[in-house]
């Protein structure tokens, strides 16, 4: 008797398990209010070329600002019901923390500290980068190591003011930080000569040099990269499906550009692709958006949107761009890159 209770027992588990595996999620306080409002607000950068920015009519593109695209796409179903909420560097978590925003997409490292303290969570990396630093060529500087002694322009309030220190100290180099709470004020100082280089993420130095300067080739970016930037989007602890929703997201266009879905066929790979993985991908296969509490085409939506990740990487800061990086570590898996997405089955 106790046998059959004890199998009964186990069988009972096994049904939950599977029942919970395959139940759709429940929607969260944080889409239930999107829905209602009709609107994602996302937190993004006031002004970084390539990442985030507005024109003169109020359009805003970069990487950063497609992610928020392509998240409102996949669960409003238009691209377009975003509300952008400019964020400098001290004032991002805070947004992010009160509620005044729903998603940080602003060129945000992710760090143990950031992840254990402030009450928020890291979603995947959308851009791997590294902290540079940038110098006029006419002082002939070129490698981090000859800068000793240096005035170095540097932001507050970033991962960059202490990865600054830590170098320096590291290599016995004495730099001296001149520091500033807006990026203005930093443009500002570097092309004024105030300082002799300039650091930040490598990514946001080409930015800043075609955005800022006169004439950019007379700045340098030097070669070394002295620190591990992963960025991307950050939300709010407390709310597990928005979690679940923005990460996915990001994974979903990332493995939409390793199996070739892209903004123009990804309707025509719905319908006629035989492929089981651009069938999940797609919806056409199977459901994976009930998971998420989204239409079963959340996918085709984004990718519809804005593109794969490569993409929205070659149209916002790729080589034919005004910044020129290469795709570098920021290259699928499979072709010596780290952007690996977590499979979307």
């Given at each position: 008797?106790?046998?059959?209770?004890?199998?009964?027992?186990?069988?009972?588990?096994?049904?939950?398990?599977l029942a919970m595996a395959t139940a759709p999620a429940h929607a969260g306080k944080t889409l239930d209010a999107i829905k209602a409002r009709g609107q994602v607000i996302c937190g993004v950068n006031v002004g970084l070329a390539g990442f985030s920015g507005a024109d003169s009519n109020g359009v805003w593109t970069g990487l950063d600002v497609d992610v928020c695209k392509a998240i409102a796409a996949a669960v409003l179903g238009d691209a377009t019901k975003v509300k952008w909420v400019p964020l400098n560097a001290q004032q991002r978590f805070t947004a992010l923390q009160s509620g005044e925003v729903d998603i940080l997409s602003r060129n945000t490292t992710f760090s143990l500290t950031r992840d254990a303290s402030l009450g928020l969570h890291m979603t995947a990396v959308t851009y791997y980068d590294g902290?540079?630093?940038?110098?006029?060529?006419k002082g002939k500087v070129t490698s981090a190591k000859q800068l000793k002694n240096a005035t170095v322009c540097v932001q507050s309030g970033t991962t960059t003011e202490k990865n600054l220190t830590d170098y320096s100290r590291a290599n016995n180099l004495g730099m001296k930080p001149v520091v500033f709470e807006k990026l203005e004020a930093v443009n500002a100082a570097y092309f004024s000569g105030r300082c002799q280089a300039y650091t930040t993420d490598a990514s946001g130095l080409a930015s800043i040099r075609n955005k800022e300067a006169t004439k950019p080739t007379d700045h340098l970016i030097l070669p070394e990269l002295i620190s591990k930037e992963p960025l991307g989007p950050m939300v709010r602890r407390g709310d597990d499906e928005w979690f679940a929703i923005t990460k996915w997201v990001v994974y979903g266009l990332i493995e939409a550009e390793e199996y070739g879905v892209t903004q123009a066929n990804v309707e025509a790979m719905a319908k006629d692709s035989k492929d089981p993985v651009v069938g999940r991908l797609t919806g056409s296969g199977e459901d994976t958006g009930k998971l998420l509490g989204?239409?079963?085409?959340?996918?085709?939506?984004?990718?519809?949107?804005?593109?794969?990740?490569?993409?929205?990487?070659?149209?916002?800061?790729?080589?034919?761009?005004?910044?020129?990086?290469?795709?570098?570590?920021?290259?699928?898996?499979?072709?010596?890159?780290?952007?690996y997405a977590f499979p979307v089955r």
């Open positions: 008797m106790l046998k059959q209770i004890k199998k009964l027992g186990l069988l009972s588990a096994a049904v939950t398990t902290q540079g630093f940038m110098v006029p060529v989204l239409e079963k085409d959340w996918l085709v939506k984004a990718v519809k949107a804005v593109g794969n990740y490569g993409e929205i990487f070659e149209r916002n800061v790729g080589p034919k761009t005004a910044l020129a990086l290469p795709r570098g570590a920021n290259a699928q898996w499979n072709k010596g890159g780290q952007m």
